[in-house]
């Protein structure tokens, strides 16, 4: 006499069980090694900080290291005499690539609706190596500038790639594990009318 889980019913809802819960594994697996933190609100989560003559200047990236491409940028700006961040600044960041790289001309950022104490904007990084991002600062009749160094990195591209397989064999699994067992329950419910 068999053992009750090694009966067909059961057998295939145990390995199709089994076979989800892998691939869940593995794409998750992929998906945390691929991403870079990410907090609920979507905040930087690494300030680099220097002082100009009135602010103490804050800027982070997303991603918390920088790479060729599209580039997340927060400023936060603390008044060196009152020790409070600002709203009321109009804030602008260009930057200088290493040689070959394009130049990234004066941006203006806008101020984050959630928080109008962050300035937020996104530049085009397009050469990895250490990049010069300039920050000017206006408040009323007063401009302030910090320079910020960051370097940028390659990714490698093989990182997508392994991704997206892993998502497309996780929907295939998912897939025919699904139609099996709709198969199966077809079958159980042909088999109860019959008797």
Not at 124 to 138: A, F, H, P, Q, R
Request: aromatic share 10%; hydrophobic share 45%.
């Amino acid at each position: 006499m068999r053992p009750e889980i090694f009966t067909r019913k059961i057998h295939i809802v145990f390995t199709s069980t089994l076979l989800i819960l892998i691939s869940s594994v593995i794409v998750c697996w992929f998906l945390i090694y691929s991403m870079d933190r990410a907090y609920a609100n979507g905040r930087v989560t690494e300030w680099e900080v220097t002082e100009s003559e009135n602010f103490q200047v804050f800027l982070g990236t997303i991603p918390a290291d920088p790479r060729i491409g599209v580039l997340h940028i927060s400023i936060r700006a603390k008044e060196l005499i009152s020790d409070e961040f600002s709203t009321d600044l109009r804030v602008s960041v260009s930057a200088v690539g290493p040689l070959g790289s394009s130049t990234v001309e004066e941006k203006f950022f806008e101020n984050d609706p959630m928080d109008s104490t962050y300035f937020d904007g996104l530049i085009n990084v397009d050469k990895e190596g250490l990049w010069d991002i300039s920050i000017t600062i206006v408040q009323d009749q007063t401009t302030d500038s910090a320079v910020f160094r960051i370097k940028v990195i390659k990714t490698h591209p093989l990182t997508g790639a392994i991704t997206l397989a892993a998502i497309i064999a996780f929907l295939i699994v998912l897939g025919f594990s699904g139609r099996k067992i709709f198969i199966e329950q077809k079958r159980s419910k042909k088999t109860k009318d019959t008797i």
